[in-house]
């Protein structure tokens, strides 16, 4: 079992960054895969980014250029960089480990979700 915690969450307004935290238990962290999704109110939960262990990422189109992952193995967190934010950006963040793939069928853990506002 892997513990999934984030943190980081808050209420800013448009144009401000906040980074998001996810903090992992096991000793196995440089093996996983991991993901960023965000779920709006009345909304699917969609995928933000992934971060592969070979140091490799990838981003929805909405954030790219916007977001950034990146991880401390030391720490065993993955931190999600959000600049210049949108009121579009709204939403519950969630970390998770994926499985066989990142997409919303494939993940192995979740965290518990932080909640970002953006006001404009």
């Known amino acids: 079992q892997v513990h999934v915690a984030e943190s980081g969450g808050g209420l800013v307004q448009a144009g401000a960054s906040l980074r998001l935290s996810c903090a992992f238990s096991?000793?196995?962290?440089?093996?996983?895969?991991v993901a960023w999704f965000r779920q709006a109110p009345g909304k699917e939960r969609e995928f933000v980014g992934a971060?592969?262990?070979?140091?490799?990422?990838d981003y929805a189109d909405s954030v790219k250029g916007r977001f950034t992952i990146s991880r401390d193995h030391a720490k065993n967190t993955v931190y999600l960089q959000m600049n210049n934010l949108k009121p579009e950006d709204t939403a519950v963040y969630y970390c998770?480990?994926?499985?066989?793939?990142?997409?919303?069928?494939?993940?192995?853990?979740w965290g518990q979700g932080t909640q970002v506002t953006v006001s404009s």
């Open positions: 096991g000793r196995t962290f440089s093996f996983y895969d």
């Open positions: 971060g592969w262990n070979s140091g490799l990422t």
């Open positions: 998770a480990v994926c499985g066989t793939g990142c997409s919303v069928e494939d993940i192995r853990y």
